[in-house]
């Protein structure tokens, strides 16, 4: 607990300072008397609300307005009835009987009150201030008192050992008996800065700062009891805010220091800002708008009567334009920036942010147009406008099979590195993306039927467009026709992006035009073409046919080829023997 800390702390510290005594000095506070007798000195250990208190030497007790602490070997803390009390100690040094101020009376058994009867009339008794001492009051000056001799007064004012100082900048100016705030206009504020700091070889406690009720509060404080080391410091701030005109005082206590806090009040300035074309009052916190980065954000600003201005903030500048002043604010990156503005002892803090650019919409281009299989195309990035920065993004695409059981198409993928996505790169004035030093990037669609959709992610910015690889015949990509001894050879290259090819037919024609007999021979692959594309997870095949051949071969022109799957029948035409 708070006060036991700074009681114990006290007896540690009574090692090398004896303690006298402990007691209430009748301004709220509970004190120590320390050193010896006609040196005495009396820090305060409870700076406040403390309305009675007594003590053995063993054991302490205080009340405050609505608890009794006792101490003695810990603190407890028990409700109790309003008001101030007396009470007494037994022969061993305990706390035993408590008279309070409403007439209720009880004993203490150690961890708790007992009430018995209540009493007509509150007795009254000596206080106790420490072993063999008693605690006299009279005329509002304290003395000590031990049988047999005479009083002693007790100081109630330590000689403060810390020193005070107004911070103004970087400077330090020593505060003296009194201080003068900054003046301020009625239902505004001032504020000053203040440092403890302790110039002495051992560290100080600081049990109390307080300001008496008044227009001035502390604030960015230290809460006590705070222990400056030796050589350090503690700072806290005070803020004035007069609600009605004229001079008004108060006084600061720091421990035992007493510091007059005086202020008064000046005529507002009135200070406006230009906003939607309105002229209104400036608020603190204002915030003066949103911009892109790169963009010049001005304000206009009006003082009446005429003061000038302090600005302050990265990014902020002020001019003077006839009788306002102009605020500008730039930043180069994305940000929010902060300021302050001081006219006439008045600060305003200011707040400005900046965005991105928007980024332009993409358009993802084909160079034909359509997508279709066995392809290598050249994908294009149009923007719709020229990036005002450079960025960087991703292109990604996903295939989508026309049915399950045709499977994913390894073969569909960007070139040259076969993956399936690939970055890009906007450059600042530009409208077309670069990928790698290439306007482009080339896509292979692949030998399967399905949809190939390819995603825009430019920071955040997404764009989709999808093209749909339709079931198709098959496509013959590469043929070539021979002959050798006794033998004609066909050799075919083809796509089946359904992979449902099942007949294959061939007719060969003498030189003269003249169909060679048998004519057309027809063959059902459909079994050797399941097997493969099974195997193979790919729609691309290269066929070859040997026929065996009597007679001159010399007289062979020519062969047709006819190759069937789901779609239809493609035809090669007339393929050349040689």
Known sequence: MRHFLLFFTLATYAQTTPVAGIFHDGRGALRSLQGTEGAWVAPILVPSGVVSAGYSGKTLWYKTESELHVISGEEIVVPAPAGPVVAKFNETGDLSEIYFASGERARWLGR???????VDEV??????LGPGRLLIRRDGVLYAWSPGSAPVLVPLAEIPSFQLFSRADEAELPVGSAFLMPPSPVGESSTARFRIRNPTTNPITINRLSIDPSPFKTFDQFYPPALIPSGGHADFSVRFSPTEAGDVASTLWINDLQVKLQGGTVA????????????????????????????????????????????????????????EWLISVYSDTARTLSGTIQVANRTFNLKATFTEFPLPRPSIQPSSGTLTSGLQ????????????????????????????SLGDDPAIAFLPRMERSVNFRLNEGSTVAEFGGSDFVLLQTGSTAGTIALTVDLGGL???????????????????????????????????????????????????????????????????????????????FQLRATFSVTGDLTALGGVDVEITNSQGVTKSGRLPLN
């Open 112 to 118: 708790g009150l007992e009430f018995v009867e209540s």
């Open 123 to 128: 007795p009254s008794l000596p206080e106790d």
């Open 268 to 323: 507002a300035t009135s200070v406006e800002i230009l906003d939607d074309s309105v002229w209104k009052p400036l608020v603190s916190p204002f915030d003066l708008g949103t911009v892109e980065r790169r963009t010049t954000l001005t304000r206009r600003l009006r003082i009446t009567p005429d003061a000038p201005p302090t600005l302050a903030g990265t990014g902020f500048t002020l001019a003077v334009s006839d009788s």
């Open 377 to 404: 195309q050249k994908i294009v990035l149009q923007f719709a406008e020229p990036a005002k920065a450079t960025v960087l993004g991703l292109l990604k695409l996903v295939f989508t099979p026309r049915s399950s």
């Open 462 to 540: 997404a764009e989709h467009a999808s093209y749909r690889i339709d079931p198709a015949p098959i496509a013959i990509s590469a043929t070539k026709a021979s002959t050798s001894h006794s033998s004609a050879e066909v050799l075919l290259t083809g796509v089946d992006n359904t992979r449902t090819t099942d007949k294959i037919a061939f007719t060969f024609f003498h030189k003269d035009g003249h169909t060679v007999l048998p004519g057309r021979q027809e063959v059902d692959v459909s079994s050797s073409f399941k097997n493969y594309f099974e195997t193979s997870a790919t729609g691309t």
